[in-house]
T-cell receptor, first 113, second 118 residues
């Protein structure tokens, strides 16, 4: 059974700092991996999607990498801003015909001004 | 509207009551998903529709949970005889593509329906 773990569970940083959020998954047989952002009381917003054949994706100040063989992904946020404060969730689609995302519990990020 | 709309946003039910949660996906979106998110946890898959066909209901926790999408657009998640452990946020998501695995489907999530069972 695929399990997704995110470390740390919470992170507090000063504004302007570069930071890395970690995600690991137990089964390397995945179709893709996605990073989402969730603001309090809100739904999820898709940030980056990495196909299993890709190594990384970039969008603005965000960069996500994927090392499928080791079951790891990182989300790098450059020059963090208070508006980046949210919970970041990592999710994978397992291979095998399933359409379901398997999520981690998330990392709650607070960027202090 | 332009996004996925869910109603009600908040629902308080007494244990044993039946509830119905509605999802209006983005117009034209083929795929529709329901997820359950308990406090402090990541979302967990409940069920998946491709148009009106329910292709995967493996995540529904019990036979008290039932979902439908009769015309391939609006979906309803029904929970019968609610229990306290059903308290969670129920998230609906839709995608233009068929699923999110075999196609590069980008998922759009609604803001969720928060269910509290007393």
């Amino acid at each position: 059974k695929q399990e997704v773990t995110q470390i740390p569970a919470a992170l507090s940083v000063p504004e302007g700092e570069n930071l890395v959020l970690n995600c690991s998954f137990t089964d390397s047989a995945i179709y893709n991996l996605q990073w989402f952002r969730q603001d309090p009381g809100k739904g999820l917003t898709s940030l980056l999607l990495i196909q299993s054949s890709q190594r990384e994706q970039t969008s603005g100040r965000l960069n996500a990498s994927l090392d499928k063989s080791s079951g790891r992904s990182t989300l790098y946020i450059a020059a963090s801003q208070p508006g980046d404060s949210a919970t970041y969730l990592c999710a994978v689609i397992p291979q095998g015909g399933s359409e379901k995302l398997v999520f981690g519990k998330g990392t709650k990020l607070t960027v202090n001004p | 509207g332009a996004g996925v709309s869910q109603s009600p946003r908040y629902k308080v039910a007494k244990r044993g009551q039946d509830v119905a949660l509605r999802c209006d996906p983005i117009s034209g979106h083929v795929s529709l998903f329901w997820y359950q998110q308990a406090l402090g946890q990541g979302p967990e898959f409940l069920t998946y529709f491709q148009n009106e066909a329910q292709l995967d209901k493996s995540g529904l926790p019990s036979d008290r949970f039932f979902a439908e999408r009769p015309e391939g657009s609006v979906s309803t998640l029904k929970i019968q005889r609610t229990q306290q452990e059903d308290s969670a946020v129920y998230l609906c998501a839709s995608s233009l593509r068929e699923g999110t695995g075999r196609a590069t489907g980008e998922l759009f999530f609604g803001e969720g329906s928060r269910l509290t069972v007393l």
